[in-house]
């Protein structure tokens, strides 16, 4: 017997990597995993693999509007997760549609750059995210190095481009994992001076999609009514068990395994 959806709806903005191990294809899996419903809107088409990206293509933003307004006028959306934009008028797109959704919970996974270090966007579009997003995010979610380019502070350490980010957006998670420390730090900061480290062990190898991985289990354990910080422990737990059950199907990175092998 049919019955009424009760899995919460996450809006995903972002590209697709035919490779599966990023993009809109990580969103819906860790999104299962939390057990809410993925409702998927193409912002860009890219050409990759497990290596690096090649070349990527911004979808026509009249396209990306009617995707994400018919799923806004069909389903209730409880959060927001943005990924690969690749543009400033995709970012413009964005915020156009999220005047339509106030008060909805939006992680903000600030792509820049490709595992590989292959670009995904022109140099403004890290400008446009931290003046235009950034401010209506409930949280952010880059690397390190990502961190750098946002805050402009090429060598800056973790705190000083929090430092530099927090007047533009309420709460920050910089990830670790990118320098040589046996454990990785990750790093919770608010706007109100509240901080919060989380460690986990360090894991061999280079890994395809997760911060696409850990935004996503992110932006669902907060569509399920999920405090912030808790919210952040039991995406970080999620996204370190993903990778350690990691598989190496090409040439390149290992993809985090996202689902149990009974849902597979």
């Known amino acids: 017997m049919k019955t009424p959806n009760s899995r919460p709806v996450v809006l995903c903005l972002s590209g697709h990597d035919p490779s599966g191990g990023a993009g809109l294809q990580a969103d819906i899996e860790a999104l299962l995993a939390q057990g809410c419903h993925a409702a998927p809107t193409v912002t860009a088409l890219t050409v990759q693999d497990t ?13 990306v509007l009617a995707q994400a307004r018919a799923v806004m006028a069909d389903l209730p959306v409880a959060a927001v997760k943005l990924g690969m934009l690749g543009s400033t008028e995709m970012v413009e797109t964005v ?3 999220l005047q339509s959704l106030p008060g909805v919970p939006l992680v903000c996974d600030p792509v820049l750059r490709a595992g ?12 446009a995210l931290r003046e235009r997003l950034f401010p209506l995010s409930t949280i952010a979610t880059p690397n390190l190095p990502e961190a ?7 060598n800056g350490t973790a ?8 007047p533009h957006i309420e709460h920050l998670l910089i990830t670790g994992g990118h320098g040589d420390e ?6 919770l900061y608010s706007r109100d001076g509240r901080r919060e480290d ?7 190898g280079s890994y395809h999609g997760s911060g696409c991985t850990l935004a996503s289990a992110l932006s669902g354990r907060l569509a399920l009514g999920e405090g912030l910080p808790s919210a952040v422990r039991s995406a970080l737990d999620y996204t ?4 350690r059950d990691a598989e190496a199907p090409g040439r390149g990175q290992y993809i985090p395994r996202r689902l149990p092998l009974d849902l597979d």
């Open 116 to 127: 590989g270090g292959g670009s995904l966007g022109p140099d403004d579009v890290g400008y």
């Open 182 to 187: 046996q454990e990785v730090h990750n790093r």
């Open 95 to 97: 915020l156009e549609l």
């Open 148 to 154: 750098r380019i946002l805050a402009d502070l090429p």
């Open 240 to 243: 370190w068990r993903t990778l």
């Open 159 to 166: 705190d000083e481009c929090a430092e530099r980010l927090l």
């Open 198 to 204: 989380f460690l986990c062990q360090r894991l061999p």
């Open 51 to 63: 290596v690096d990206v090649a070349d990527f293509r911004v979808l026509d933003r009249a396209w």
